[in-house]
C-alpha cells in the first residue's frame, strides 16, 4: 500500500509541498534551537575543561565560575600543600567585569595569567599575543569581531585602560566571554588583595583522589570539586537557563508540524473519502487503508526532515559566519532524536484522518 | 451450491414512525454463470439490495449466504477478506483511483490480495490487453474516455478471479453504443469464465445481456422472466451475427 500513498502524495504536489514544508520548518527550529544549545553548552566548558586541575578548590557553598562567588585567603595554598597526596595546588583567580566602550555594555570574565604558577593562560591564541604584558589584555575573538574591537585598540576595563594584545579562541560564553590579563593587572582589577577565587589542585600519581578531597573537605573553609563535576556545574547555568526556552519553541516546533501535516492529510482524507469507501468496498482492509494514511504522512514527514535539517545546516553555518555569538553543535544524538520527533508528530498527526477513515461508509461508492 | 442465496432478507431504515423499508423480504439465488438484471424505478430498493449482497451493508432481517457462508457470522475484518476474494465491483461512476495509472488500479486488488508485485503487474496487463486497453496501461484515469474508464473498472473486478460481479448502473455514464459494448464485453467474460453477474440497471438495453430479469418494486421481487443473453452473447454458437 505504499505505492498508494506515495502516488497520493506526489498527486497533490501543493499540499505536499505544503506538508514537507511545514515539517521541514519545524525540524529547522527545533535542530537550530537544539544546536545553539548545544554549542552554547559545549563552549561554557571548553575552557575550563582545558585548566588543569584535578579539583577545583572552592569557597564552602560555591558551585562555579559564575552564579556562586568565591573568595578564598592566599594562606589556603599553604594547608592544600600539605594535605597528604596532593601534587601542586595553584591560586587562580577571575571574576566577570562590566563596561561600556563606543556605547555598547561589554561582558568580560577577567582571569589572572599567572605565568609563575603556569595557572589562567588562554586556551588558544589565534591572533596576536600568546602572553599579555602589563597594561595589555587579551579577548575572545568572537567578542573582537561583534564588538568591532581590533587588536590595538584600548578598552576600559574597571578604570583600567588596557590594550588589546591578541584575540583568543573558545573562550565565547553567551553574554560574556573570558579575557586574560597579567596576574597584577588582574589583581588591580578584581580588588583581591591577599585572596584569590579558587585553587587549582593535581592529586600525586597512584593516591586515591577520593581520599585526597576528603581531607581537603575536612577544612570547614572549601569544598574540593571534581573538573568534570565543576565542567558540568558551570554548563548546567545554559542548560537551566535555556531549556525552558528549548522546551517551550520544541513544543511549538512540534505543534506547528503536527498541524501542518495533519491539516494536510485530514483534507487530503476527506476529499479522497469517495476513494477511499471503493478501496474498502474492494476489500481492502481497514488496517491497509490506515497504513496508506500513515505512511503518507510519514513521507512527508521524511520529506520535511530532511529539507528542513538540510536548512539548519546551512542556516548554522551561514549565520555562525554572519553573527559570531551564533555558535551551533549539531549532533548525530540530536539528528537521530529529533528524526524520532518527526516521525511521532507524523503517527501522532495521523490519528485524526485515520479516525475520518474508520467512518466512511463503503456503501456510499454506489451513489452516483 | 448458489453463489449467492438471499434468504428473506429485509432493510429498513430509520425507527417508529419514520421508518422506511428499502427491501422486503426478498429472496433470491443467483448460480454460478448466472448473469442478473435486477430492474425497478428509482428508490425501489435495487442498490440497497445490491449493497447488502455486496456485504457493504448488512440486512435488518434475514440471511446472506455467499458460496454458503452465512456473511451475518463474519466480522468486519472477515468481510473484507470476502469480497477481496468472492466479489468484483463495478460502480455507475467507475471509481477509479485518480492518482494511479490504469494498470496500478487494476493491480490494486491483486497487491491487496498479497500477490507479489511482478505478478500482479503481469497479470494486470494481460486483463487491459485483452479489454483493448494494451495502450492505455500507463494512462491515468483523468486522461482515458468514459468507456475506457469502465474497461478499466471490468479489468478491475476480475483481477482476483472473482466468484461474483456486482455492477451498479454501469452504463448510466456511457454513450449508448459504449455502454452496449461494455455491458457486452462484462457478460461474455463472465460467461466465459463462468462468473456470476448481478447488474442494476434502469436501461431496458441491457436485458440484451441477461440471462435473467427480476424487477423490484418498493423493496419486492415483482417479477422475474428470461433476459436476451443466449440471443447476443458471441459465446453462444445460437447467438446472432453482430
Known sequence: MLFLAVKNLVQEKTRLLISVGGVAFSVLLIMSIQGLYQGWSNKIGEYIRTVPADYWITQTGATDMFHTPSVLPLTVRDFLTGVPGVASAKPFSGRRVAFAHNGKDINLYVIADDTENNVGAPARVVEGKAVPESGEIIIDRVVGRSQDIRIGDTIPVAGRELKVAG???????????????????????????????????????????????????????????TKDRFVENNTNIVRDTFLPIILVLLLIGIAVGMTVIGLTIFTSTIEKAREYGVLKAIGVSNRQLYTVVVAQAVTAAVLGYLLGAGLALATSAAAGSFVPEFITEIRWLDAAWIFAVTLGMAVVSSLLPVRRLARIDPAEVFRA | MSVVSVRDVSKTFGSGHTAVTAVDHVSLSVDAGDIVLVMGPSGSGKTTLLSMIGTLMSPTTGRILISGQDTSALDPAQLSRLRLREFGFVFQTFNLLSALTAEENVMLPLLTAGVPRKHARAKARAALEQLQLGHRLRNLPRDLSGGEKQRVAIARSLANDPRLILADEPTAN?????????????????????????????????????????????????????????????????????
Open chain 1, 167 to 225: 584575540y583568543s579562541e573558545g573562550g565565547y560564553i553567551l553574554s560574556f566571554s573570558f579575557a586574560f590579563a597579567t596576574k597584577e593587572d588582574a589583581e588591580s582589577i578584581l580588588q583581591l588583595p591577599g585572596a584569590t577565587n579558587f585553587f587549582l589542585v593535581t592529586v600525586q600519581d597512584g593516591t586515591d583522589a577520593g581520599a585526597v578531597a576528603s581531607r581537603i573537605e575536612a577544612n570547614p573553609a572549601v569544598d574540593a570539586i
Open chain 2, 174 to 242: 456511457l454513450d449508448a453504443k459504449t455502454g452496449q459494448d461494455v455491458t457486452l464485453l462484462l457478460c461474455e467474460t463472465a460467461c466465459r469464465e463462468n462468473r456470476a453477474v448481478i447488474i442494476v440497471s434502469h436501461d431496458q438495453r441491457l436485458r440484451t445481456a441477461a440471462k435473467r430479469v427480476i424487477t423490484i418494486e418498493d423493496g419486492r421481487l415483482t417479477a422475474e422472466e428470461p433476459g436476451e443473453h443466449d440471443r447476443n452473447c458471441r459465446m453462444h454458437p445460437e447467438a446472432a451475427p453482430a
